[in-house]
């Protein structure tokens, strides 16, 4: 099946150490994002990339950090930085198609930290 | 910068009742796109409406989008408890990058049996 998997679905930390949220698709996209989703709140971009090796700032990209090495993967790693990294993030992926890039998004990881 | 407002936050309904959400942009659009959210999930999307005055229907979900391409609404017709769930609209953001969306805060949708 085609797709975006995010792993693990539930993660709990410590406060102070960094923590890596996996993102892969097999949807042969070229774009994919990072968003956090606070609790009733809508969704706040993190960080993006359009093709391999590269990837911008978002809108609330401090105290976070990503890599691009391959297509597939677009994994974001949590720092100690973070002041408040509670929250559910959701990965997503999209491809330029005509009129408009839908986005396609995974399940989501949720991050607990205390 | 651009501005995206959704109206309402909260919607509780009726089963069988209808009921609109809106989605209002500071700025005109090149299109609009809408997702679904169930309790616990992720967004799905729904469509993306790209012509002025458009209008696409989904079984009971009716899409439209305004004329001077600053608004778009969702028109749901006898509510079902499938239903519940929050409703976001996204719109592209006014950069240079392609693909950046900028969503609203969404619609939360309660459906009472």
């Known amino acids: 099946d085609g797709g975006i998997t995010q792993s693990p679905k539930y993660l709990f930390r410590k406060e102070g150490q960094n923590v890596t949220l996996s993102c892969e698709q097999n949807?042969?996209?070229?774009?994919m994002y990072w968003y956090r989703q606070d609790p009733g709140q809508g969704l706040r971009l993190i960080y993006y990339?359009?093709?391999?090796?590269?990837?911008q700032k978002g809108d609330i990209a401090e105290g976070y950090s990503v890599s691009r090495e391959k297509k597939e993967s677009f994994p974001l790693t949590v720092t100690s930085a973070q002041k408040n990294p509670t929250a559910f993030y959701l990965c997503?992926?999209?491809?330029?198609?005509?009129?408009?890039?839908?986005?396609?998004f995974g399940p989501g990881t949720r991050l607990t930290v205390t | 910068g651009q501005q995206v407002m959704q109206i309402p936050q909260y919607q509780h309904v009726q089963e069988g009742e209808d009921f609109t959400t809106y989605c209002n942009s500071s700025?005109?659009?090149?299109?609009i796109q809408w997702y679904k959210q169930r309790p616990g999930g992720h967004p799905v999307f729904l469509i993306q409406?790209?012509?002025?005055?458009e209008v696409k229907k989904q079984k009971r979900l009716t899409f439209q989008f305004g004329e001077a391409k600053k608004n778009s609404s969702l028109h749901i017709t006898a509510t079902q408890t499938t239903d519940v769930g929050t409703y976001f609209c996204?719109?592209?953001?006014?950069?240079?990058?392609?693909?950046?969306?900028?969503f609203g805060a969404g619609t939360q949708v309660v459906v009472t049996p």
């Open positions: 949807l042969n996209h070229d774009a």
């Open positions: 990339s359009q093709i391999v090796n590269d990837f």
């Open positions: 997503a992926s999209s491809s330029r198609t005509s009129g408009g890039y839908e986005q396609y």
């Open positions: 409406l790209v012509k002025s005055g």
């Open positions: 700025t005109t659009l090149s299109n």
């Open positions: 996204a719109v592209p953001k006014r950069t240079d990058s392609w693909g950046k969306l900028q």
